[in-house]
């Protein structure tokens, strides 16, 4: 039925998508989501409905968070999650990968027709000639919707990180890195409002849901050191081969000067440099001691060290055995509430600062 041009041609009308009572957003506008419509109809027939329903997307996200998004932040927020943006994707962007899903599901032996043709011609336009199709591997091919889509939003992806400044590029590749993005998944509690932790006690939290123990700030004056250093920010007991483990929490910023550059070229780099330190800085008396030094490295955009990412690996496999949860489950919620409390006390010291510099002027 979708290969029927009678049908493609009646089932929206092809000539609106949208459905707008009110001349701006935000003013009684109504608009109906054509997500089925671009699956079903050949994107030169609807190419302009879902660019109004677009606009009109980006009108009611602008007046949601109260600022007029630019350009660039607008293409940030149309990838997906895993990608650093908020999966506002564009229709019209992504309704040949969405068609072509269809064409495939439901292809014969019979050569792609016009339509089929110009939807291919459109998604090549849309990735690296690494990824185009062509019309004979359109019919030998398995490809579904969200494989296709990833092709362009990989292609845009790489294209923003060659066209942004390297600060602009250290923080999309540290927006996306692993789990970075989960606070944005995480679901809405009036618990999450009640107080305002500090990202050292909620990984102290998770530790003792599992039944791990521990303490935090040990070390002052332990061993032959007579100096002020203290290796653990937090010391769980029998981590590991029965030594005791010291997490060390530091965070970091991917567009500290002297990390910017590579931090640009590659996710995680700031925090693997800061796992790098705290190792230096604490190993020595972590060994005189009989401890495992374990840094715990975040960059203010969300990327964790991959030591943290191992040890929270192993609190989660302990979480899921107290909580009698799947291990992925756990995974997941120790992530969304490490991130969420790190993005809100980034929010509160922006705040802070904001108030700061208004006293000054006042002053």
């Not at 109260?66 to 997906?80: C, K, R």
């Not at 715990?296 to 899921?320: D, I, K, N, P, T």
Request: aromatic share 6%; glycine share 8%.
């Amino acid at each position: 039925m979708i290969r029927s041009r009678d049908f493609r041609g009646s089932y929206w009308g092809c000539d609106i998508l949208c459905q707008i009572s009110g001349s701006k957003a935000g003013q009684g506008s109504e608009v109906a989501i054509p997500g089925g419509g671009a699956r079903s109809t050949p994107p030169s027939l609807v190419s302009e409905g879902l660019a109004l329903f677009d606009g009109e997307v980006r009108c009611h996200f602008s007046d949601c968070v109260g600022i007029d998004a630019s350009d660039a932040v607008w293409q940030q927020v149309q990838l997906s999650l895993s990608r650093g943006g908020l999966g506002l994707r564009r229709l019209k962007l992504h309704c040949s990968a969405a068609y072509l899903a269809s064409v495939i599901k439901t292809s014969s032996s019979d050569p792609p027709d016009e339509f089929s043709r110009q939807a291919v011609s459109i998604y090549n336009s849309l990735v690296p000639q690494t990824s185009s199709l062509s019309d004979n591997s359109l019919l030998e091919a398995g490809s579904s919707q969200k494989e296709l889509s990833a092709g362009i939003e990989n292609h845009q992806f790489d294209q923003s990180c060659a066209t942004s400044t390297p600060a602009n590029c250290a923080r999309l590749l540290s927006a996306s890195s692993r789990h970075a993005s989960s606070w944005l998944a995480v679901i809405p509690s009036r618990g999450l409002n009640l107080c305002m932790e500090p990202l050292l006690d909620v990984f102290a939290q998770f530790c003792h849901r599992a039944h791990l123990g521990g303490q935090l700030e040990v070390g002052y004056g332990s061993g032959g050191d007579v100096s002020n250093s203290r290796p653990a920010d937090f010391l769980v007991p029998n981590w590991t081969l029965g030594k005791p483990a010291a997490f060390d929490l530091t965070i970091v910023s991917p567009l500290n000067s002297n990390t910017l550059i590579e931090a640009g070229a590659t996710s995680g780099s700031a925090a693997g440099k800061a796992e790098v330190r705290k190792h230096n800085a604490n190993d020595p008396k972590c060994r005189e001691l009989g401890w495992v030094c374990i840094p715990l490295a975040v960059e203010s955009y969300g990327c964790w060290g991959e030591e943290a990412h191992s040890s929270f690996s192993r609190l989660a496999a302990r979480l899921a055995l107290q909580l009698q949860c799947s291990k992925s489950k756990a995974t997941t919620t120790i992530y969304q509430r490490l991130n969420l409390t790190l993005v809100r006390c980034n929010a509160r010291a922006m705040l802070s600062r904001a108030r700061l510099l208004q006293s000054v002027d006042g002053g």
